[in-house]
DNA sequence: TTAGATTGACAACGTGCATTGTCAAACATG
DNA sequence: CATGTTTGACAATGCACGTTGTCAATCTAA
């Protein structure tokens, strides 16, 4: 029965999270993924050629639980903001988004372990798919600060570094929220991830229209 | 011969640098580091106890070249512009640190795979020496942005979570950048980081003086 | 009930690696 | 020169894991 197989490979990813989400994956093998699912090796490799195919199955369930809530998130926020000036449509915006990241880390920390930490240094294959996320998210804060600033592409300002900053911003933010074990309130945390948003949307204008330095003071 | 015994860490040091560097950390084994450096196996346990013991001091031997040269580049920055304003204040003072930290990334970007990458996500021990080093860097960037603002811990403003954020923008701007092959001409890179700096340095006043959003913009 | 598929526990094999040991050649030093 | 030390190449051991195979127990369906 295909239901059967489906419900072990569920067990699996379940096993998996708690596996790879707390001890790390290099520091996992398929006997204990086995063992946390309840099932043996014949039915790991039954859904999964390798653990490394399993930690990608996992990667990119939990990337699109993340997409899809984020995305949702989005459009009910700009529904209700469509009119607004820049500075509002920042904070709603990117504060739907931030929402949503920071609840799903809250809500299941093992998840940063595995999106945030691991994801980037396993092998090729893996960093390969990690790569294109990545560049997902940063396309998508990418055109969201290009709508809301569309003079900003200018003057050496390079929006793939920006946005990649912003990401960057988030994710280490989030990543150490973790490991000091949540203890910073969340909308503390929701509140200074959001000032980066802000603080770079009221410098744009002028930093699109005016002075950038183009010498970049050259250190001693 | 003691001199002999040091030569030998040193060659050993600089194989892992190679092996760790390009191929990442859980790709490498003992026997490839000593074929690396011309020597045999006996050689490595002569001064390694493990490949992590290895990494360890690979690491934390990057970490203090780097440590130096940005303490180096801020007193020598922090000479020429002890009276001026905050804005160019924080223009001389990140631009000296980033634009260390940048070079010593594109002078070998080896070392962001070892520093950036592996040191975040191999066992306990090497996370713990990660976890300290990364403190060390929030402490500096604390500081730093503290000393410019001293009115800015206020209001829900979190100063460990802005420097968390914009260590976490360069780390993520230099990974990238290193990712896709140093293509991003150097000093567009640099602007860029600084302007991060320059927009938080900008919008903090207003930040911790007037109206920080309460709620924080509920989603949906 | 009974034949065929499915499951579960676990043994078996092969591999790759860390780690230690062997031994002869090269070397330094009295 | 002679002796003890250092070096280099590599074999030997042991372990942990991935992967496949075995076999009896259980379940399913006529």
């Known amino acids: 029965m295909q239901d059967r197989v489906a419900q072990r490979r569920a067990l699996l990813l379940e096993a998996a999270l708690e596996a790879f989400g707390t001890r790390g994956f290099h520091a996992v093998t398929v006997r204990e993924i086995c063992a946390g699912a309840g099932l043996t090796e014949r039915y790991f490799y039954e859904s999964f050629k390798s ?27 700009n529904a ?56 997902e998210y940063m396309e998508l804060t990418r055109r969201f600060i290009d709508q809301l600033f569309p003079n900003a592409a200018s003057r050496g300002v390079d929006l793939d570094l920006i946005a990649s900053g912003l990401l960057g911003s988030n994710i280490h933010i989030a990543t150490h929220w973790v490991r000091e074990g949540l203890k910073t309130p969340f909308d503390v945390v929701l509140r200074n991830c959001l000032a980066i948003y802000q603080a770079l949307g009221a410098y744009w204008p002028k930093l699109a229209a005016s002075t950038m330095p183009d010498k970049p003071t050259p250190a001693a």
Do not use: C
């Not at 399993?54 to 809530?69: G, M, P, V």
């Not at 209700?80 to 500075?87: E, G, P, Q």
């Not at 920071?102 to 390969?128: G, K, T």
């Open 80 to 135: 209700s903001s469509s009119a607004w000036d820049s500075s509002s449509r920042i904070d709603v915006l990117a504060g739907a988004a931030l929402r949503v990241l920071l609840e799903f880390i809250r809500d299941d920390p093992r998840r940063a372990r595995v999106m945030l930490i691991d994801a980037i240094s396993i092998s090729h294959d893996v960093q390969q798919i990690s790569g294109q996320i990545t560049r």
């Open 51 to 77: 653990l490394e195919a399993l930690f990608s199955a996992l990667y990119l369930q939990l990337n699109d639980q993340l997409k899809r809530a984020t995305l949702a998130a989005l459009i009910a926020a």
